[in-house]
């Protein structure tokens, strides 16, 4: 029970929500994309951005279940910036376009946050590539490479860093052996979806590892981390936490609950000022967390940057 509870260096643990550990920050001149924000944790996190101030992006598949969420964040806090577009992270024409339209819009863009993920069977994308893998890692690796000047130019001119945030999964610790299967990224032989979804995972820690040096090379005042996005809601940890007073058990929120903490160090990342600077780096209960050595090993992360480069041209 109070494993859960304790506090960490932030002075947060997993039992805070988005709202908690976002309490007091303005973020009314910052905009954000949100990928995969049509419900969950994804809903959550452009939720509470929004009440924070912060223009949001709602990046979705299906912009009817957008468009839902706008007005459900819109009937909460009436004075929510909130967009709506269409992007399906599975195809990189899709990922083009929209990165195509944002960038006309002339927004600037202070945060990506790379949220969207999904879990399949062995299936090919248009762009002949595993779907799983498209879509948790490389549509958000084309997107973030699209995106990075917008970014880049909003930090030199507004002097606000810019953040991307990469939702992975502990799960990545349970990837292949090998961890990415580099020449059989698209072979049905030896696929499980469940290990096709951690390597995606480790994929996005990865991706933000690597994408991180590169920007502190260039001296860019932009910071790349990776986050495990919450836990399960399982009895002990929903009886470990507590809400004014009540359990969650107590409290109905057993269908939302999963966003409302899970979105927690997500929301944490992309606004508190403890996170200013700090960039590489996998957290998790709103706290900085220990990756394994896969998810550390620098020479993995550049030969998966080359391999998503080499794909995505």
Request: proline fraction near 1%.
């Amino acid at each position: 029970m109070w494993l859960f509870s304790r506090k960490g260096p932030s002075g947060f643990s997993a039992c805070n929500t988005a709202e908690e550990v976002t309490h007091g920050i303005d973020g009314t001149n910052l905009t954000a994309i949100v990928t995969g924000a049509s419900r969950g944790i994804g809903f959550e996190t452009a939720r509470v951005l929004a009440l924070r101030g912060v223009h949001v992006i709602v990046a979705v598949r299906n912009t009817a279940a957008g468009w839902d969420v706008k007005e459900a964040i819109v009937k909460e806090t009436p004075a929510a910036k909130v967009d709506v577009m269409e992007l399906d992270l599975s195809s990189m024409a899709s990922v083009r376009r929209f990165a195509s339209e944002f960038n006309s819009l002339g927004l600037p863009l202070n945060i990506l946050i790379n949220n969207a993920g999904i879990m399949s069977d062995f299936m090919l994308t248009q762009d002949n590539v595993e779907l799983v893998f498209a879509t948790n890692h490389l549509g958000h690796f084309l997107l973030t490479d699209l995106l990075l000047e917008n970014m880049k130019s909003t930090a030199r001119q507004s002097n606000i860093e810019g953040r991307i945030i990469n939702v992975s999964s502990e799960g990545y610790r349970f990837s292949y052996r090998e961890g990415i299967r580099f020449d059989k990224i698209n072979d049905r032989s030896g696929f499980k979806s469940l290990y096709a979804y951690f390597q995606s995972k480790l994929a996005n820690i990865l991706h933000a590892k690597e994408l991180a040096r590169r920007l502190k090379e260039d001296g860019v005042q932009i910071t790349a981390n990776s986050l495990h996005p919450g836990s399960i809601l399982t009895d002990s940890w929903k009886k470990s936490c507590f809400l004014n007073g009540k359990s969650l058990n107590d409290s109905g929120l057993l269908i939302t609950g999963h966003g409302l903490w899970g979105a927690s160090t997500t929301c944490y990342v992309a606004l508190h000022l403890n996170v200013k600077g700090v960039s590489g780096e996998y957290f998790m209960d709103n706290n900085i967390s220990k990756a394994n050595s896969q998810a550390k090993d620098t020479e993995l992360a550049k030969k998966l940057w080359d391999l998503s480069m080499n794909l995505i041209h």
